[in-house]
């Protein structure tokens, strides 16, 4: 007697869809689903644009007028301290975009009722949270990107050195890593509830990078227990890293360092907050659902 075997074809597809390949797909979609949704609502594209450029013209025309006391204490990265502040606010803005997005989309999909139906899905809410985060790095980057080359163009700004690999390589560190800040803080949504306004990991994190990383006051001028608070946040060393490499000869010391720094910040970062995140993610589970609030 032959027993017969069942075969589940919406199991195999299940698989077939699984892993990281799966993910990739998944992640693909849900970013395309968000370009889709601004380009059906262009009124949204537009002001986001212009949020994006009158943060960095505000900044741009601070640094301007600051700039003939200002440059002597920025000699380290070329003595232009509007160059100084351009390269820092446009790479800052880049990685809050990665650093904002998580808690985001997480409270985004609470609230709207999706997040139980994400869960349901294969890939469920990582799928989610990592397409939007690429769409909203891709968008803030096209954005800094079209600013800077205003700038280079009409603004008198400039970068004397060309050592474009490596600074990507840097700007994709430092987004990595404020994106496994942004990992952490979204974890919060579920572990202390914080199921409206901002997490405190993300929130702490941006005054940080304000007051001690380097970002809009020069380190050398702040005291000596604010840099030793900077010293810990990976903005540091991804901003003085990249204010290095494009104002300055990239092969002056401390470059290595810094990296190295940088590098290690990212791995740490990332996988706390991929930790954090997936275990927060089974704990609202097994307290009634990810769509409950406890």
Request: hydrophobic share 55%; glycine share 10%.
């Amino acid at each position: 007697m032959h027993s017969e075997r069942f075969v589940d074809p919406i199991g195999q597809m299940e698989v077939q869809r699984g892993g990281l390949v799966g993910l990739a797909r998944a992640s693909v979609a849900s970013a395309w689903l968000q370009y889709r949704t601004f380009r059906f609502y262009p009124s949204n594209l537009v002001l986001a644009v212009i949020q994006q450029l009158t943060t960095v013209g505000v900044w741009y025309f601070v640094s301007v007028f600051l700039s003939p006391g200002a440059d002597r204490v920025v000699i380290q990265y070329g003595g232009d301290y509007v160059a100084y502040m351009m390269v820092g606010v446009l790479l800052n803005q880049i990685g809050m975009a990665a650093l904002s997005s998580p808690f985001n989309t997480v409270s985004e999909a609470f609230w709207d009722k999706r997040l139980e139906t994400y869960r349901l899905s294969v890939q469920g809410i990582w799928a989610n949270v990592i397409g939007r985060m690429v769409w909203q790095i891709s968008f803030v980057s096209m954005i800094q990107g079209m600013v800077l080359a205003t700038f280079l163009i009409f603004g008198g700004f400039r970068l004397p050195q060309a050592a474009i690999g490596w600074a990507v390589l840097t700007m994709v560190l430092l987004v990595l890593a404020d994106a496994g800040i942004g990992l952490a803080g979204a974890s919060l949504f579920f572990l202390l509830e914080v199921k409206a306004g901002q997490d405190p990991i993300t929130w702490a994190y941006k005054y940080l990078i304000m007051i001690a990383s380097g970002l809009y006051i020069p380190l050398t001028v702040l005291p000596h227990w604010l840099r030793g608070l900077g010293a810990v946040l990976p903005q540091t060393y991804g901003l003085g890293a990249e204010r290095l490499l494009l104002l300055t000869q990239h092969s002056l010391p401390g470059m290595p360092i810094m990296l190295i720094h940088l590098l290690v910040a990212t791995c740490l970062t990332m996988t706390i907050g991929s930790a954090m995140f997936g275990w927060a993610l089974a704990r609202a589970e097994r307290q009634g659902g990810v769509g409950v609030v406890v």
